[in-house]
């Protein structure tokens, strides 16, 4: 019998905090919703993230899908990072 060939070992996960809007996380629900009932198994929330972020870093999702996203968020008044303070006079 030919020796089994070893699997390849996955990277270990890191841990996030994410923060969503209501509609955001209910999206994230349907997607987890839609997954599951095309795979026929339980799918996490983080593993449809993992999902999106390898589709966008594949380039299946188009960079210009993201960044209209989040110009949308910005002119809906969402902001996140760092503001620039200005110093005091």
């Keep these: 019998m030919p020796p089994r060939k070893q699997p390849t070992p996955l990277e270990p996960l890191r841990s996030h905090n994410v923060v969503f ?3 955001e996380e209910d999206a994230l629900y349907a997607l ?3 997954c599951r009932d ?3 198994r339980g799918v996490s929330a983080a ?3 993992r999902a999106l972020i390898q589709a966008a870093d594949a ?9 209209d ?3 949308r968020e910005m002119h809906a008044g969402r902001r996140w ?3 620039p303070r200005k110093k005091p006079a």
């Design 69 to 71: 996203a989040l110009e």
């Design 59 to 67: 380039e299946r999702i188009p960079l210009d899908t993201l960044t």
């Design 38 to 40: 095309r795979l026929g």
């Design 47 to 49: 593993a449809v993230i």
């Design 32 to 34: 987890r919703q839609q």
């Design 81 to 83: 990072g760092l503001v």
């Design 21 to 23: 809007t209501r509609k």
